[in-house]
């Protein structure tokens, strides 16, 4: 996972910091983890977060993501995954889920921070499809685009329009059989 | 026919069983997802080529060198219950038991992400005819950190931007890369180094987009940076031929005539060597040179058709390693 300071380099260190109460983890790199240490033997706790972030903003001009000093707004929630045992807390330690059943149990805490990190929260692409057949109409349907998008690059777009409609039609095709 | 600056394209697709926990090192966990995944790969009918290989099974050596060449992960490494079934021929693999249960993997030459994604894809479709894979409606595949959910996909180019890098460039790109939910960081050395002006860049953002859509979001930056770097290059000629003709002539005498070549020495020179051969300043062609970085490194040297000689150091089996490669060209 890449270094939530920098979003360059990838992190190294998973540090849990306890901010005016609050805690929460983040997930540094080397250089970062670096500004902070520094930071840190002055025994300014307050004064830490803004060292890193003024060294990412002068060494590369970089915006900090507002995520990056985001503190937990509530107490962490005393919520544990009835599939694998893995609690809210222990997660927010590592970063790290215990099984796919974590998704169901932390759906409501999760949302939050999957905004934060995507910038959306639901799902646009594939999905699992078992059948063969489906799967070849996709990987057909998947092929027929991109023939398409380089027809337009191409500007040859009677080539295109031909596309598209055999894309329709396979579209149809596979609506009508499910 | 190589690109003169995508590297290479890489495919990477986390997948994750539904009803195991996503930590490998859980008791029955990485057999479970080893035997599982090698039984669906044998019964879809599409494993031909492929091998598996257990972590444990390999020497030092060969883990390494799978590792420099790329067809496995670093972090499968670190795995000990780990595996690979590995299809060498397009560099096609599925790691086993690393930090997802699956990660499928394809690498293609030059800027080709579509058919690193085919590549992958056919090997997800055959997988997913016999297992399932954790799937949520809203957040896409389930995979152990949230920082790879929805599409499990990280595309990847490998680039050798040294005019981008030269004119302190990258600091700025990774700027612009960021605000399209892109990175570009350095990929040989430690930290925030760029060895050899090598940077790999791709997408961070998984979810909420298709793959398509993520792969024409990277594949567009490549062609952008591909065409900063043209520019400059053309501009080093132009404005600095004399300067830039040194640069590459001493870069070619030092590779050529050196017998003891450290790892981060190297890696500059063969910037400046492959710079030349775009230049068209020197006549190495670029598909003997692209092969170099990941002969140079050590586990390429230990093993292999020319392995080190005992008492010999690494420095001089490298300077030895690159002066043949180059005396062939």
């Not at chain 1, 910091?17 to 670096?34: A, V």
């Not at chain 1, 500004?35 to 004064?47: E, F, R």
């Not at chain 2, 062609?285 to 080190?308: I, K, N």
Request: glycine share 8%; with cysteine; aromatic share 4%.
């Amino acid at each position: 996972m890449l270094c939530e300071e920098c979003n360059t380099n990838e992190a190294k260190f998973a540090v849990t910091m306890n901010i005016n109460g609050e805690t929460c983890l983040r997930h540094l790199c080397p250089d970062c983890m670096r500004a902070m240490n520094a930071s840190l033997q002055g025994g300014n706790v307050a004064g830490m977060l803004s060292a890193i972030l003024s060294a990412i903003t002068s060494r590369n001009g970089a915006t900090p993501r507002s995520s990056g000093v985001k503190q937990p707004q509530e107490p962490i929630p005393d919520i544990t995954c009835p599939k694998c045992g893995t609690t809210f807390a222990s997660f927010r330690k590592t970063g790290r889920l215990g099984c796919p059943g974590c998704y169901e149990a932390f759906r409501k805490e999760l949302q939050p921070m999957l905004q934060q990190i995507h910038g959306r929260v639901q799902h646009a692409g594939r999905r699992p499809l078992e059948s063969e057949e489906a799967q070849r109409t996709r990987s057909r349907q998947e092929e027929l685009t991109r023939l398409m998008q380089q027809a337009v690059l191409l500007e040859d777009f009677e080539t295109a329009a031909l596309l598209r409609d055999q894309i329709h039609a396979l579209a149809t095709e596979g609506g009508a059989e499910a | 026919m190589n690109h003169p600056t995508v590297l290479s394209s890489r495919i990477r697709l986390a997948r994750n069983y539904e009803d195991l926990p996503f930590d490998a090192r859980q008791p029955g966990v990485s057999e479970t997802v080893i035997s599982r995944t090698a039984n669906a790969l044998a019964l879809s009918g599409e494993d031909k080529g492929f091998r598996l290989l257990t972590v444990a099974s390999l020497d030092a050596a060969q883990r390494s060198a799978l590792a420099e060449s790329h067809l496995i992960s670093k972090d499968l490494l670190n795995s000990p219950d780990g595996a690979v079934l590995l299809r060498e021929e397009d560099a096609v693999s599925v790691m086993m038991a690393e930090e997802d249960h699956l990660r499928i993997q394809a690498i293609t030459p030059g800027l080709s992400l579509d058919e690193s994604a085919r590549r992958c894809f056919q090997v997800e479709d055959a997988l997913s005819r016999n297992v399932r894979f954790a799937f949520d409606p809203q957040l896409g595949y389930l995979t152990s950190f949230p920082t790879d959910t929805g599409t499990g996909m990280r595309a990847s180019l490998l680039m050798h931007l040294p005019m981008l890098a030269h004119h302190k460039q990258m600091g700025s790109v990774a700027q612009i890369a960021a605000k399209v939910g892109l990175t570009a960081r350095g990929f040989y050395g430690e930290g925030s180094e760029a060895l050899g002006d090598v940077f790999l860049v791709s997408n961070q953002v998984t979810l909420g987009r298709t793959e398509a859509e993520i792969i024409a979001t990277v594949t567009a930056l490549g062609e952008q940076l591909t065409g900063m770097e043209h520019d400059l290059r053309d501009h080093a000629l132009r404005e600095q031929r004399l300067a830039t003709e040194d640069r590459v002539g001493r870069a070619w005498g030092i590779l050529t005539h050196a017998r003891l070549l450290p790892l981060r020495e190297f890696y500059s020179l063969w910037s400046s060597l492959r710079l030349g051969a775009l230049l068209g300043l020197i006549p190495v062609s670029l598909d003997r040179l692209d092969r170099l970085p990941v002969e140079a490194q050590e586990g390429h040297l230990r093993g292999g058709a020319d392995p080190l000689p005992e008492g010999e150091s690494l420095d001089a089996a490298r300077s030895r390693r690159i002066r043949a490669l180059l005396k062939a060209s």
